[in-house]
């Protein structure tokens, strides 16, 4: 044993001690860790907003530290100009986080959904893992996330099958909105630390998909479980938390990461754009169910409004997807584990909604190309869309509506920049699109 001179300890400044008694084992880690100190004013310079301006947007969000020494995040969304998105976050540093495993967060926001956002020293500056904060207006909430609920993103959009995160290479911290609500927003934020698994009861702990769990609701079921990875980050990308959190009852049946795997390659990615979110939706709500129920010989209705079948001739089966698990006791509701991803059947389009298909589609191609200093690219998708609805969409355009999109088309041919060519074709796809809204 090391002897201890305790003169020499008795002069020894407070901090220095905590040291000697840490190098001896007599003092344990902290397991709070503050990551961000809102009443040192030098934290302003920390900050940076990054808002979809960069993309040709105009939603317009700032910081400003409070009187209370709070940080405020706030501003206007717009979804003009393709945009929808503001945020904000520390600029790059390594803040030392090995060991931890989950985050504390209070904050006070305006009933709306934002995403806590961590940046890694390994990816890019587009990308972030990010979880969902659910806030409620006017009311303090203290938010605790473990780091393997965090998402990984790029440019917005769920990456399937991305490196789990790394609490040691976490460098930068932020708040995004983007829930494609146009008008203000306001989020306050007291407090963000990092902490151990013992320092908090409130973090969710693992269980096994077959537990059940009545304290807990659908949304902390299916992460708890650990096998419903690529589900949750589908309903976080549709925006459909907050509803299945609800009072309910409902009933879901959820596909494992394994059943999302069975789907043809790509088709999981094609659905996290944000472009295809309303099929996403289709998709999801296809999976629930008003009510709590156990499984029984019937159809039942979705919440997308077309219905499945549950048969119960040996084992149980809800359209053509097994039932894994039944029976999982939430407390708004109950889980089936399915083996299969539900389709909704495919629903036929009208002429109309088939050609406004077709524009939403160039629209959502060619802006991102625009934005992006390729306008000519722009330009031949708009150009191809707007010979498309003139050749294979006739039955949805009245004569002015042909009209406008022939008269674009020549008026490009002599416009040498490919801007003014853009833009030219894009104000015809918009009054057409416009046009086929109308009765």
Known sequence: ??????????????????????????????????????????????????????????????????????????????LENNGGFASIRTRATDLNLDGYDNIG??????????????????????????????????????????????????????????????AKDIQSLGFTLSDKKSGPFQLEISEIIAQKQTDTNKTS??????????????????ISAGTFKTLVAAVQAAGL??????????TVFAPSDEAFSKLPEGTVENLLKSENRDKLIA?????VVPGKILLSDQSWETLQGQSIKIKTPGSFQVNEAKVLKSDILT?????????????????????????????????????PLFNAGQPSACAAIYEVAAHSLLK??????????RSVLRDALSKVQDKDDPREQAWTLRRALDVVNQSLDED
Request: aromatic fraction near 8%; include cysteine.
């Open 283 to 287: 998709v999801l709500s296809y999976h």
């Open 105 to 166: 967060i209070r904050l006070k926001g305006d009933g709306r959904t934002y995403y806590f956002n961590l940046m890694t020293s390994s990816r890019s500056a587009a990308s972030s893992y990010r979880a969902p904060l659910n806030t409620q207006k006017d009311t303090w909430q203290d938010i605790h996330i473990h780091l393997n609920d965090f998402v990984y993103t790029s440019f917005g959009r769920i990456i399937v099958g991305a490196a789990p995160l790394k």
């Open 241 to 250: 938390v907050n509803s299945l959190k609800g009072k309910g009852p409902l």
């Open 1 to 78: 044993m090391i002897p201890i001179n305790k003169d020499l300890i008795s002069k020894l400044p407070l901090y220095t001690l905590f040291c000697v008694f840490w190098s001896f084992g007599m003092a344990s880690e902290p397991i709070r860790k503050p990551l961000i100190d809102f009443s040192d004013e030098s934290v302003i310079d920390q900050l940076i907003s990054v808002n979809d301006n960069v993309m040709g947007g105009i939603s317009e969000g700032q910081f400003r530290i409070t009187d209370d020494k709070t940080l405020e995040f706030s501003g206007s969304l717009s």
């Open 205 to 222: 702990v693992v269980r096994k998909s077959n537990e059940s769990d009545e304290n807990m609701d659908i949304v902390d079921t299916a």
């Open 331 to 367: 407390s708004n509701g109950v889980i089936h584990v399915i083996d299969n991803v539900l389709l909704p059947p495919v629903k036929k389009l009208s002429p109309r909604q088939a050609a406004k298909e077709v524009i939403q589609l160039a629209i959502n191609r060619g802006v």
């Open 392 to 401: 294979s969409h006739t039955d949805a355009l009245d004569e002015q509506d």
